[in-house]
């Protein structure tokens, strides 16, 4: 292998937004967003990192999935690597806890696609949760999914529980093309702009960005280049947004559905986990632009610890905590909210990012995402309900009984007129594997919580959980029968300051790269690194980045495929623009038909509902064919 020119030249992150496709002589690799099987292939091995430890900063999805590829594609012994984690369990954000007695949290959900590659790629290889070997948590995943199909009956509701049509987007041709030249637009000409600066008021008070805001949590005033990096990552799913049929869940919550498994079989193989330890800082040699970790300064029960990093040791550092500072309430407290210009981003989860950021420009600015909670905190609450009013009315709004454990309210129901946007959803029960048969949970959050509500005229932050019953009562039209509610659900809620931190308005430079220029041992993972086409705030950006780490700092001789190319796909392009026209077509669509029908080809075309803008095109269309006919009979 050392022979040969390509081996050890790998572009382990390639991007398939700047590469024209030619099969050349000299490609040895598959095209950049070529996914697959092939990207599965497990590298010859060559001794060098066999002695090699590995320490990992933070026990999220994304330091767990770097574990697992250390092992899997670094070949690195399981035993030599150890995670550095702050708090008492690992799992980081993907939490779920609690019983039926006191009450289960959640402070977030996932909603889940088809295209997660590198996600589904570790999952096919850990063990099934409840299922027996040879299963995995892909094979227990899909069997739930493949017979319980997702969709929601009642995605928009208003006027105290009225389910609201959701048939349609709802936007108009100049908003259509806003869409439109966004995806058009250049990544690099989006900097620091907004939302808001792009679309027009129209289109924020549609349909569609109410689909699309509440189902992503998008606010107004967030990043636009993010916001464009969606609209490429999820344009499959486009014409299953207003229903979520394009969804799939999970039979219980994040934390057992996928921590649980992961962890243990990493913990078997023979990973560490230390918890109680607090990463303040590392300690980093920089000779002209080559940039060695030497020392990883933490804290340990109170004491000052460095750990030694030797030569061909690593470090993986999780940057940043979406769900750091998380304040606390139940149904008679209210969250205790003491944030202030002057402590934002200065606890424990920021504290090796902000440090790091000192050392050097390539760490990035941390400061763009954790200095104004204002634009970047929502709340969350988690019911656990006792058969109730509240219960019967959920009922009205579910695809099935919501004890039959299949799909209940589908994703998350929206209230349009609330002020708060509050949505709440009720996903598959049992959602946790402890749960009682006559207990349901049910997850409660809202976009736009510093509003008065309209019944409680407090801020949802304010609002014990009693409160918040109150309010989504109103909303359901059952406000009169809150006594019984407040009876049977006890309330869990969730301040959370910087969960949407990683969507706010950004430039090039602001998130460090996975392997920032010079380092040589140190790789950045989780939702605060740049990657080249992937969207944060998903459980497969967080895999991705670890993936990306392990590569480039082992120097593999693989790369990580670029996302799902369906974005370039003519069928999925059409399928958008006539979905964002609400099924009526768009300008060609008429001639399209006409030049395709019988053909091999038909199929790529979508449900259409002709306009008449198609008119004129076909009318020519039929011109020129009764002229070609002619002259064949002519012939």
């Known amino acids: 292998m050392n022979t040969t020119e390509n081996h050890r030249k790998v572009n382990h992150q390639p991007d398939a937004s700047q590469t024209r496709l030619q099969n050349l002589p000299t490609n040895t690799m598959p095209f950049p967003d070529q996914i697959g099987n092939y990207q599965r292939n497990i590298g010859l091995p060559d001794g060098k ?97 493949d017979n319980d199909r997702n969709h929601s009956k009642a995605r928009l509701i208003h006027n105290k529980g009225e389910i609201k049509d959701f048939s349609k987007f709802g936007l108009n041709k100049k908003d259509q093309l ?68 394009s969804l799939v869940f999970p039979k219980y919550n994040q934390y057992d559905t ?52 030797r030569e061909n040791d690593f470090v993986i550092v999780t940057t940043g905590s979406m769900t750091e500072d998380t304040r606390y309430g139940d149904n008679v407290t209210a969250p205790l909210v003491d944030f202030t210009i002057e402590n934002s981003g200065k606890s424990k989860g920021w504290t090796v990012w902000n440090n790091l950021a000192k050392q050097s420009e390539v760490f990035g600015k941390p400061e763009k995402f954790n200095s104004d909670v204002s634009k970047s905190a929502w709340m969350s609450a988690t019911l656990t309900c006792k058969p109730s009013a509240f219960v019967e009315k959920l009922k009205e709004y579910s695809v099935n009984d919501p004890y039959s454990g299949k799909t209940v309210t589908g994703g998350i129901i929206s209230i349009t007129d609330s002020n708060w946007v509050m949505s709440f959803t009720c996903n598959r029960q049992p959602h946790f594997p402890n749960q009682p048969d006559d207990v349901l949970v049910i997850w409660v959050y809202a976009l736009l919580m510093d509003e008065k509500g309209n019944y409680v005229q407090k801020t949802m932050p304010e609002c014990t959980g009693n409160e918040i019953l109150a309010e989504l009562a109103y909303h359901l039209g059952i406000e009169n029968q809150l006594d019984n509610i407040i009876q049977n659900t006890i309330v869990k809620t969730s301040y959370m300051p910087y969960i949407t931190s990683m969507f706010l308005p950004r430039a090039k430079g602001d998130r460090p790269q996975v392997v920032p220029d010079g380092c040589v041992n140190l790789g950045l993972v989780g939702q605060f ?23 480039e700092l082992l120097d593999s001789n693989k790369q990580v495929p670029d996302i799902n190319p369906l974005q370039y796909d003519i069928r999925h392009l059409l399928k958008a623009a006539n979905t ?24 790529i075309l979508p449900e259409i509902s002709h306009d008449e803008h198609d008119g004129f095109f076909a009318q020519q269309w039929d011109k020129l064919k009764g002229l070609f006919e002619h002259k064949q009979e002519g012939e």
């Open 580 to 603: 964002l026209n609400d099924g009526k077509g768009f300008p060609g669509s008429g001639i399209l038909n006409k030049v395709l029908k019988n053909t091999y080809f038909e199929h």
């Open 529 to 551: 690194v740049e990657t080249n086409n992937d969207v944060v705030f998903t459980m497969e950006s967080s895999v991705r980045t670890a993936r990306i780490a392990v590569y």
């Open 258 to 309: 996928f921590v649980v498994p992961l962890r243990k079989h990493l913990q078997e193989l023979g990973v560490k986990i230390q918890f109680g330890t607090v990463v303040k800082d590392l300690d980093i040699e920089i000779a002209g632009d080559k940039k060695t970790v030497r020392n990883i300064i933490t804290e340990q029960k109170g004491s000052e610890v460095k750990i030694a990093v």
């Open 49 to 145: 990192f066999k002695d090699s430890k590995v320490y990992i900063v933070g026990s999220g999805i994304a330091g767990l999935s770097s574990a697992y590829y250390f092992i899997r594609d670094g070949q690195i012994p399981a035993e030599n690597i150890t995670f550095l984690e702050q708090l008492n369990i690992e799992g980081g954000s993907l939490d779920g806890s609690g019983n039926a007695e006191t009450g289960y949290i959640i402070r977030g959900g996932r909603e889940m696609d088809f295209t997660y590659e590198n996600f589904w790629d570790m999952f096919q290889d850990i063990p099934a949760l409840e299922l027996p070997k040879p299963y995995s948590v892909l094979d227990e995943y899909r069997i739930v999914n």
């Open 178 to 245: 806003a869409v439109m030249k966004l995806l058009l637009a250049k990544k690099e000409n989006l900097d620091d702009l907004t939302i808001e600066d792009w679309f027009s008021e129209t289109f924020l008070e549609s349909n569609f960005w109410w689909f699309w805001r509440t189902m992503f949590a998008f606010e107004n005033w967030q990043s636009l280049l993010e916001l464009k990096l969606y609209f490429h990552r999820f344009l499959h799913a486009i014409d299953g947004l207003n229903d979520l049929s």
